[in-house]
Structures are given as structure tokens and as C-alpha cells.
């Protein structure tokens, strides 16, 4: 009878450290303490960052929500303690709210420079996929290889939206279209085709005399919309579109929870939908 009860309690510890295995998050063979986590200042960097390492291996994370201003967003307490868990930080030179953060000393820290390159612009977030991957490397030369491998196929999906999104542009009649810009939207609108040929900063910063010189020039080239990012003032635009009876658009300027490709896209939409309705 002991024997019996032995042979049965064996199997029901074998049984339930089974379900336990089975009812884990945590994908077989991986263990907890081998996942490195990586904390970004925005959804730029770690958009990237995710596409480029393998999800088994990584977590990223971002500080700043992608509607958020950097020059205006309040640290909290858990973006504070995202950083201390951190086993790097990767953030753009200049963000403000990164100096706040006090991560600490035990935490790498890799600061990127954009070299005055908007990185939600394809040429310029390709440029930016190449740096990352040459610095992960250095970080992370066990899975050099992965990160290399990733690069090229998410390059050539970035190249293959690029194409798509200028080609409805084109197919629009917008190519060369004048229009006027926020100014931290002029990079992304040039590569797309359009001629910025009036910009402005913060609404914070646009005086009663820039929108009556800016309303000058869009009435002198006919412009077609103005468009406002939305981080940095989504109505600082609106007061010039008014005056001038043309649309106002407002795109984001850091991708949204889909993915860059997918704010891309959505970018593109909002012009022409408002291009459509002039």
C-alpha cells in the first residue's frame, strides 16, 4: 500500500509541474534572467530597436507616449523605475525630460545623435536602422548576426512603404505642391515630394506678424494645406489655413502604437484625404 501511494504521489508531482510549464508565459527553454531590457526615450528608437533584436531575447520599452511633446512631458515615478530595471537606456541627445530621469550609474546609457535628421523620414530611419545595428552589435556581439539579419528584411520593408506611400503621392497630382509646414514636419514633406515654402516653430513662438507674413506667401503660391505636428501644437497652423480658406492637417511626428510603417501610412491618408476635400 505505501509503495502504491508513493508510485501515485510521483505522479501527480510530474502532472503538475507539467500544467505549471504549460500555463508559464514564459516561452520553453528561455530564462527570465537572459531577457535583456531596453528603455528608449520614444517610440522612434525603440520601434526600431524591437524590429532590429529577437523578441525572445529582448524587451523595449519607450518613456515618451507617442502624442506627447518631449519638450513638455512630465517624468513619472514608473518611467524613473523603468530605467533603474534597465540593461540599457537609449535615448536622442536633447530630450529634457532623459535628464530628469536620474537612471543611475549601474545603467549603460547609449545617447544618438540625429545629425539634424528627422528619423520619421525613410531615408533618414533607414540611416538611423544602420546606426542602431552597428551600436547593438558592439552592446550585444553575441547576436550580432540576428541583429544584421533583421536589418536588411525590415530596410527593404521600410524601402517597399517608402515607394508605396510616394508613388500615391504622385498618382495624387501632389509632387512639387507647395504647401507650409511646422517646421519639425519639413523633412518628412520634402521626401515625400512637397515644396515647404513657409515654416514655423512652437505656437508658443508664432507672432501675429509671422501668420500675416506666412498667409503672404501661402496666398502668393497657392499652397495646398498647412500642415501642424501634432506633439509640438496640433492647432498652431490653423489661425494661416483659415485666413487662406485651405485645409489643415495635422500629422504626428513619432509613430503610434502600430509601428512606424503604419503611421506612415496613416500620414500619407490624412494628406490625402484633406487633398481630396480642396
Not at 518613456?63 to 523605475?81: A, N
Not at 537609449?90 to 530630450?95: D, E
Not at 541583429?147 to 517608402?162: G, L, N, Q, T, Y
Request: charged residues 25%.
Amino acid at each position: 500500500m505505501r509503495i502504491r501511494t508513493t508510485f501515485f504521489l510521483a505522479v501527480a508531482a510530474m502532472a503538475l509541474t507539467a500544467l505549471l510549464a504549460a500555463c508559464s508565459d514564459t516561452p520553453e527553454g528561455l530564462n527570465p534572467k537572459n531577457v535583456r531590457v531596453i528603455v528608449t526615450s520614444d517610440t522612434i528608437l525603440s520601434g526600431m530597436i524591437a524590429s532590429l533584436t529577437p523578441s525572445h531575447r529582448y524587451r523595449v520599452a519607450a518613456v515618451l507616449p507617442p502624442g506627447q511633446c518631449p519638450g513638455h512631458y512630465d517624468v513619472k515615478l514608473s518611467d524613473i523605475e523603468k530605467m533603474k530595471k534597465a540593461d540599457l537606456v537609449v535615448s536622442f541627445k536633447g530630450m529634457p525630460f532623459m535628464d530628469k530621469t536620474g537612471s543611475g550609474a549601474a545603467v549603460r546609457r547609449l545617447f544618438l545623435d540625429t545629425e539634424g535628421r528627422n528619423w520619421m523620414a525613410p531615408d533618414s530611419y533607414v540611416h538611423g536602422l544602420n546606426l542602431l545595428a552597428d551600436r547593438l552589435s558592439e552592446y550585444y556581439p553575441e547576436d550580432r548576426n540576428a541583429i544584421m539579419s533583421r536589418k536588411k528584411a525590415v530596410i527593404e520593408e521600410v524601402r517597399a512603404c517608402a515607394d508605396s506611400v510616394t508613388r500615391r503621392i504622385g498618382q495624387a497630382g501632389l509632387t512639387g505642391a507647395p504647401i507650409i509646414s511646422s517646421s519639425m514636419l519639413k523633412e518628412p514633406l520634402e521626401w515625400l515630394g512637397f515644396r515647404v515654402v513657409g515654416e514655423y516653430g512652437r505656437p508658443e513662438a508664432i507672432s501675429a506678424r509671422q501668420i500675416v507674413r506666412l498667409s503672404k506667401i501661402g496666398r502668393e503660391n497657392r499652397i495646398v494645406f498647412v500642415a501642424d505636428n501634432l506633439q509640438s501644437g496640433p492647432d498652431a497652423g490653423e489661425g494661416i489655413a483659415d485666413s487662406l480658406g485651405t485645409p489643415h492637417v495635422v500629422l504626428t511626428n513619432f509613430p503610434s502604437e502600430r509601428g512606424y510603417l503604419a503611421t506612415l501610412e496613416e500620414n500619407v491618408d490624412t494628406i490625402l484625404a484633406a487633398a481630396m476635400w480642396k
